[in-house]
C-alpha cells in the first residue's frame, strides 16, 4: 500500500487515501501512517466500515492501548464496549439514547472544552481513533487546534516564559469548569492531579508544542489565579480560527490524531439524537516529568 494524504487545512489535517482498515496492514503500512500523523498531526480515514475488532487491530498496530473502562465513571455493568474502548456516545447499555440529566452524559460534556485525551494520566496518551458509527446530521462536529502551529506563533518572551513550566492536570479541575461537583469520594481518588511539561517536543517531528488541557488546575510554584489566568489566555491564543480544523462527520469515518501536539473538543448536538463514536487510545511511552512523588 502507497497511501496518499490530500491536505485539509493549511497548517495540518490530511485526509488518507488508499487505505482499507477492515484487513490487516503490513509494518511497511504502519510505518507510511506513522510518518504521516508525524506530519500531519491528525489524520482522516473516509467510510472506513470496521467492526470493534478491526479498529482494536488496527490501534494495536501503533501500541498498547489505554483501559479506558467508560468515561471513568461508569460501572462495568453500565459499559456498552470492550474495556479498551471509551464509549463517545450518548447511548446506554441497552442502546437507548441517555437521558438529559442523566449523570454519564452530564460528565462526558467534559468533552466539549478543549483538551488532549488523557493528560490528566501521569503517562498520557500518545494517539486516539475515534470512529464515528452513527453520526448525528447537525452539529456534533470535533474540532482540533494545531498545538505546534500556535507555539511557533508565540513570541520568544512567551517561548522563553513558559518553556520550563510544569502544570498540574486532573479531571477534578476540568469538570469543575462545567459545574460538575457531586464527585464520590472514590470518584476523586481516582482522579489525583499529575504532572505534565507545558512545552513538549514531539519525538519524530523535533517541532516544539504547547501542552495545553481543560484538565490544568494549576502551574507548579505560580499562586493559583495567576496561573488559572494565564492558562485561560494561553488557551484562548492557540484555539484562534487559524490554528482550527473543524471535522463534520460522515458515517463510517475514522480520524486518528496525535495528543501530543494537538487539541480537540466537541461541539454540541441535539440530545435526543442517536450518535455513536467509539475510540481507542493507544498509550504513550513515558511521563512528561521525571516521576516524583507527587506524580505518583
Ligand atoms: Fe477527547
Redesign the pocket.
Known amino acids: 500500500m502507497t497511501i496518499g494524504i490530500h491536505p485539509l487545512h493549511p497548517l495540518f489535517v490530511g485526509e488518507v487515501s488508499g487505505a482499507d482498515l477492515t484487513r490487516p496492514l503490513s509494518v511497511a503500512e504502519i510505518a507510511e501512517i506513522e510518518a504521516a500523523i508525524a506530519t500531519y498531526a491528525v489524520l482522516v480515514f473516509r467510510d472506513q466500515r470496521i467492526t470493534d475488532e478491526q479498529q482494536l487491530g488496527f490501534s494495536e498496530c501503533f501500541g498498547s492501548l489505554e483501559h479506558t473502562g467508560g468515561t471513568g465513571i461508569s460501572k462495568p455493568s453500565e459499559q456498552r464496549l470492550h474495556p479498551a474502548f471509551?464509549d463517545?456516545s450518548n447511548l446506554d447499555v441497552g442502546g437507548e439514547v441517555l437521558a438529559r440529566d442523566n449523570r454519564r452524559r452530564l460528565y462526558s460534556l467534559g468533552?466539549m472544552l478543549w483538551?488532549?485525551?488523557s493528560s490528566f494520566k501521569a503517562v498520557p496518551a500518545k494517539y486516539?481513533l475515534?470512529s464515528g458509527r452513527v453520526v448525528v446530521d447537525k452539529g456534533g462536529e470535533t474540532e482540533f487546534a494545531d498545538m505546534r502551529a500556535a507555539y511557533d506563533s508565540f513570541d520568544d518572551a512567551t517561548k522563553a516564559e513558559i518553556e520550563d513550566l510544569v502544570c498540574e492536570h486532573s479531571l477534578m479541575y476540568s469538570r469543575d469548569v462545567l459545574g460538575f461537583e457531586d464527585l464520590t469520594e472514590i470518584e476523586k481518588a481516582t482522579m489525583r492531579p499529575v504532572r505534565q511539561v507545558l512545552v513538549r517536543t514531539h519525538p519524530v517531528s523535533g517541532r516544539k508544542s504547547v501542552y495545553l488541557a481543560s484538565h490544568i488546575g494549576k502551574i507548579i510554584g505560580w499562586p493559583v489565579p495567576e496561573a488559572r489566568a494565564f492558562i485561560r489566555d494561553l488557551t484562548e491564543q492557540v484555539t484562534q480560527p487559524e490554528f482550527v480544523y473543524r471535522h463534520v462527520w460522515r458515517p463510517f469515518d475514522l480520524v486518528m490524531w496525535d495528543n501530543r501536539c494537538t487539541m480537540?473538543?466537541?461541539r454540541r448536538y441535539d440530545a435526543t439524537s442517536v450518535r455513536d463514536m467509539r475510540?481507542t487510545t493507544v498509550a504513550g511511552d513515558a511521563p512528561t516529568v521525571a516521576m516524583g512523588p507527587s506524580n505518583i
Request: overall charge positive; aromatic content about 0%; proline content about 0%.
Open positions: 471509551a463517545v468533552n483538551h488532549s485525551d486516539s475515534l480537540h473538543r466537541a475510540r
